[in-house]
T-cell receptor, first 111, second 113 residues
């Protein structure tokens, strides 16, 4: 069974701080997606990484896929209150057919 | 692009009622749709995978006779929770894809009294 361990589970920080969320597995994934979910809404795709060692940037967010495609990280620089939400990583087992979700990281950024 | 619409957004009904939830891909044809369930403060758990024109594939532990899935067209899948009970209360989310990443609907909050 493929599992994705996501950490930390909760993160409460002040505006302007940096943070990193980790997503780890003992399994190899063909792709890794990061989503952000607001309360009462569905997840919104932030990025997809498919190549080992790949780094993608989305404004203040930096996503990295591990060389062995077993782990990923999301780094946010100078967090803002608008970054508050639930961040989910999801591993794809071949062609995005089935996604295995991590438990999520609930981020709260205080002004 | 890649908009997925889910309806209704919220349902409150009595125990024993059957509830149908619709998932539509508005601007693309979805060869595959997925149904998830999310309990409060938890992550998404895949319930079933639905391919257009064929029977849905259910995850282990999900009762196919209780959660009926129909994927009659490339833009519509429905999930019917039959004879719903309070323990079925949850946030149900669908997603759709056509060869690329999954795109999610906004979810349906189901509350069974």
């Amino acid at each position: 069974t493929q599992l994705l361990e996501q950490s930390p589970q909760f993160l409460s920080i002040q505006e302007g701080e940096n943070l990193t969320v980790y997503c780890n597995s003992s399994s190899v994934f063909s792709s890794l997606q990061w989503y952000r979910q607001e309360p009462g809404e569905g997840p919104v795709l932030l990025v997809t990484v498919v190549t080992g060692g790949e780094v993608k940037k989305l404004k203040r967010l930096t996503f990295q896929f591990g060389d062995a495609r077993k782990d990923s990280s999301l780094h946010i620089t100078a967090a803002q209150p608008g970054d508050t939400g639930l961040y989910l990583c999801a591993g794809g087992d071949g062609g995005y057919n089935k996604l295995i979700f991590g438990a999520g990281t609930r981020l709260a950024v205080h002004p | 692009g890649a908009v997925v619409s889910q309806h209704p957004s919220r349902v409150i009904c009595k125990s024993g009622t059957s509830v149908k939830i619709e998932c539509r891909s508005l601007d693309f044809q979805a060869t595959t749709m997925f149904w998830y369930r999310q309990f409060p403060k938890q992550s998404l758990m895949l319930m079933a995978t639905s391919n257009e024109g064929s029977k849905a594939t259910y995850e282990q532990g999900v009762e196919k006779d209780k959660f009926l899935i129909n994927h009659a067209s490339l833009t519509l899948s429905t999930l019917t929770v039959t004879s719903a009970h309070p323990e079925d209360s949850s946030f149900y989310i669908c997603s759709a894809r056509n060869g690329g990443p999954q795109h999610f609907g906004d979810g349906t909050r189901l509350s069974i009294l």
